[in-house]
């Protein structure tokens, strides 16, 4: 019922910059919190940055300075622009969307991610 898709990424050089985007859709009547994750090869999945419906936002401490995260309601969107990469940030970026379901319950919602990879 509900759809998370990522846009963006790729290949970026040492010291670029790009931006992500994921839109939310589906039978929801709001958004809790929305957030960016990544898993490197080998690793496990971690948080990059999430924010919530009031705007209180939280950063990876390997990600602060670095990246921004941002939503817009009415559009159901959330953002992560990323500058300053490293090649450890290579990663596959995943979207994840807090979604309410009846009273006291709210799902995690994933998208499919999307591949970043920073070239030496």
């Known amino acids: 019922q509900v759809q998370v898709a990522e846009s963006g990424g790729g290949l970026v050089q040492a010291g670029g910059s790009t931006g992500l985007s994921c839109k939310v859709s589906?039978?929801?009547?709001?958004?809790?919190?929305m957030g960016w994750y990544r898993q490197a090869p080998g690793k496990q999945r971690e948080l990059v940055a999430t924010v919530t419906s009031g705007g209180s936002i939280n950063y990876a401490d390997s990600v602060k300075g670095r990246f921004s995260i941002s939503r817009d309601n009415a559009k159901n969107t959330v953002y992560l622009q990323m500058n300053s990469l490293k090649p450890e940030d290579t990663a596959v970026y995943y979207c994840?969307?807090?979604?309410?379901?009846?009273?006291?319950?709210?799902?995690?919602?994933w998208g499919r991610g999307t591949q970043v990879t920073v070239s030496s």
């Open positions: 589906g039978n929801m009547f709001s958004i809790n919190a």
């Open positions: 994840r969307a807090e979604v309410p379901h009846g009273r006291g319950h709210e799902y995690g919602y």
